[in-house]
């Protein structure tokens, strides 16, 4: 975690599930932000520690995490972690009362959001699917970019609890539409690594200096987040921030299982993730996304 400001919002009793290299600076954020704080995670040695940092309380189940919350946030893995946490006699919504809101930050499917939501709304209880964007750098630094899905009432009551760890949360349509949006958020990333991979292998194939290269083009049309974050630590050969390979697969699948179901095209994409598959097949599950470059080398 690193310092910020937060805007005064009244304290909120809230849970957070999860505590990987997200959600634990996640909730850090909200425990600084001054709201009441319970984590769960499936390691419990991991959330003992972490109450012991932040002063949270932790507990051995979902439902017990849950019991009493006037928010529940949530980051795991993929759409079976979701539903583990969720669904069953152990799961938050058996703890959660009528009325309170679960927020999921996973990135997971669409159809399993629109699943959860329904699950919820059966038990009076919200449902936000809110996908995230901005990595482990914008987690602990409180500034994340938050697409959303779900009702209005329930993403208003969210908001000023989550600008906690947010930079922007947004509304963006009905339950499910906030991983449809993550989606399109890694489409637009693979195309752009994929490119700068290109470019940067070509201008060292080409004795260019590429430090310097891209110092030029970063500030023309070429431009990009990735340039200005990674471009530099590829042209290094380092590959150890954050987003892993492993990550970026799975999203790139629910992605082309989506296209599946919608009809769109996806031809470059779909080339991306083979890429990627190539990097892990060399030993690199857990390096960050930039590492498609490794393959050009």
Request: hydrophobic letters at 45%; glycine letters at 12%; aromatic letters at 8%.
């Given at each position: ?146 697409m959303c899905g779900g009702d209005q ?40 690594v994929q490119g700068l991979s290109e ?99």
């Amino acid at each position: 975690m690193n310092p910020k400001t937060y805007e005064p919002t009244p304290s909120r009793r809230v849970a957070f599930l999860g505590l990987g290299v997200m959600g634990s600076p996640m909730a850090g954020h909200l425990t600084k932000a001054g709201h009441q704080v319970t984590v769960y995670n499936r390691t419990a040695a991991k959330a003992e520690a972490w109450a012991k940092q932040h002063g949270g309380a932790f507990k051995a189940t979902p439902r017990e995490a849950a019991a009493g919350a006037d928010i529940v946030f949530c980051c795991v893995g993929n759409d079976a972690d979701l539903r583990s946490v969720v669904l069953g006699a152990d799961g938050a919504l058996a703890g959660m009362k009528p009325g309170a809101i679960f927020v999921d930050h996973t990135t997971a499917s669409a159809d399993v959001a629109r699943e959860l939501y329904a699950a919820a709304k059966a038990l009076g209880i919200a449902f936000v699917d809110a996908p995230v964007s901005g990595g482990q750098a914008g987690a602990e630094n409180g500034l994340l970019t938050v697409m959303c899905g779900g009702d209005q009432p329930a993403f208003d009551a969210v908001k000023p609890v989550a600008m906690a760890f947010s930079r922007a949360f947004t509304l963006m349509g009905a339950p499910g539409a906030g991983q449809l949006t993550k989606m399109v958020n890694q489409i637009c990333i693979a195309g752009l690594v994929q490119g700068l991979s290109e470019a940067i292998a070509f201008g060292q194939k080409a004795g260019l200096d590429m430090n310097l290269v891209l110092e030029v083009i970063g500030k023309g049309a070429a431009q990009s987040w990735q340039m200005d974050n990674r471009g530099k630590t590829m042209v290094a050969g380092e590959f150890n921030f954050g987003f892993a390979v492993d990550w970026m697969r799975k999203d790139l699948g629910l992605v082309l299982d989506e296209a599946k179901r919608n009809g769109a095209r996806l031809p470059v994409t779909a080339l991306v993730d083979q890429f990627y598959a190539d990097v892990q097949a060399m030993g690199g599950q857990r390096y960050d996304t930039s590492s498609l470059i490794k393959r050009l080398k």
